[in-house]
């Protein structure tokens, strides 16, 4: 049996962006979203969730960018004394590999994050990571200690096959080059996640798709994807949303690529082709 959870990252970033991921379940065929408990939009991601039932909502743990939603004074090595983030990934992998970030601070502050979706009314389905912070081998262990000290017991492994990706999303451009090496460090750590998963007693889908394709998803592209899924589980990450001056000043890299990729969830021919190979289409919830 072909099963696929059809993700959407960074719920909660902006309005546009919670409107084009409710719009992308509710009229198309995206199954779940994990949301950001610091996102400048978390409130009106918890009404639209709220709102919609159906949609899979997860925790999307941040450890750069945006507000920490622990107190500043309890993470130290980890926010400012205004409680700002480290304003990078490659900020917080200097802070994380130096040792200069503590450990204890990470589980702090993601442990408030899930603790803040909580406190709103929803129960997180999984956990992933913002930038995909939880390939590094000291996060790693920390997200999933806290994940299952929170009770949950499910976690994106973002180790994806490259040679679906690269033959599905056929695009030029140095961005698709970027995105790629940054999928083949993640496999680098792929025995080391199982591993931790395996200790901690962690599900996640068989296969993942996504990484490499960041941005570049058009209902093409998706369409290739998802005639490329195998048998058994296989999350695909999206990041669909609405292009409005609103995103522009939150200063995402991905602006117009979150519409297209919204669009892409909408189209009908993506739909058939799920339809077609007998996909069923799940959330975290239903992966056992």
Same mark, same amino acid.
């Given at each position: ?14 309005? /546009? ?103 709103? /009314? ?28 929170? /009770? ?62 960041? /941005? ?73």
């Amino acid at each position: 049996m072909k099963q696929v959870i059809l993700n959407a990252d960074d719920f909660g970033l902006t309005r /546009g962006v919670n409107e084009g991921i409710i719009r992308a379940h509710r009229e198309g065929i995206l199954t779940s979203a994990t949301l950001m408990a610091n996102g400048p939009a978390f409130d009106d991601a918890v009404e639209r969730a709220k709102a919609n039932p159906r949609l899979g909502i997860g925790c999307h743990l941040v450890l750069s960018g945006g507000m920490a939603v622990a107190p500043c004074e309890k993470i130290p090595s980890l926010a400012g004394p205004n409680g700002a983030l480290p304003e990078s990934l490659a900020a917080l992998v200097v802070r994380v590999t130096s040792g200069s970030l503590r450990t204890g601070d990470i589980e702090t502050e993601l442990r408030a994050q899930i603790e803040k979706i909580r406190a709103a /009314g929803i129960e997180p389905s999984h956990v992933d990571t913002h930038k995909h912070t939880h390939t590094h081998p000291r996060v790693m262990g920390v997200v999933a200690r806290v994940a299952r000290a929170c /009770g949950i017991s499910r976690i994106r492994n973002p180790v994806e096959d490259l040679r679906d990706s690269w033959k599905m999303t056929r695009s030029d451009g140095f961005g698709r080059f970027l995105d790629l090496a940054a999928a083949c460090a993640v496999r680098s750590v792929g025995f080391q996640f199982r591993a931790l998963s395996r200790r901690y007693g962690l599900l996640s889908p068989d296969h993942f798709l996504g990484l490499a394709a960041t /941005g570049r998803l058009n209902r093409i592209a998706l369409a290739r994807l998802m005639e490329a899924v195998h048998e058994g589980s296989t999350e695909i990450m999206l990041h669909p949303g609405i292009w409005d001056p609103e995103l522009e000043k939150v200063g995402s890299r991905l602006q117009h690529q979150r519409q297209t990729e919204m669009e892409a969830l909408l189209a009908p021919e993506v739909e058939r082709v799920a339809r077609e190979r007998g996909i069923r289409l799940i959330t975290y919830r239903e992966l056992n």
